[in-house]
Nanobody, 127 residues
């Protein structure tokens, strides 16, 4: 069982930056692939980024590539999402997720590939 707690959301102006954190419980964090998703009001949850258990590989949705960076610190049981050049359309609740199943990173765009979810953190980008 893994419990995930996101933090770092807030209100930021367009062009600004935020770093989200997701702290995981449990001693097996390093065995999980991790992902970030987001959900805007009235929209489906969408994939943002995923990172391998080692942190050596990452995968992004095209629209966020170059602006967002996912990373992890297995010693701290934490995964991060650095978000730069934020736009109003990035406004959403951001969720982290953990998967104990092994796939190619591109498969983690599907929410069904993840086993555990955090409660989400709100990011609001003003124009």
């Amino acid at each position: 069982q893994v419990q995930l707690v996101e933090s770092g959301g807030g209100l930021v102006q367009a062009g600004g930056s935020l770093r989200l954190s997701c702290a995981a419980s449990g001693r097996t964090f390093s065995r999980y692939a991790m992902g970030w998703f987001r959900q805007a009001p009235g929209k489906e949850r969408e994939f943002v980024a995923a990172i391998s258990w080692s942190g050596g590989s990452a995968y992004y949705t095209d629209s966020m590539k170059g602006r967002f960076t996912i990373s992890r610190d297995n010693a701290k049981n934490t995964v991060y999402l650095q978000m730069n050049s934020l736009k109003p359309e990035d406004t959403a609740v951001y969720y982290c997720a953990a998967s104990n199943r092994v796939y190619s990173l591109s498969y983690y765009t599907d929410i069904d590939k993840f086993d555990y979810w955090g409660q989400g953190t709100q990011v609001t980008v003003s124009s």
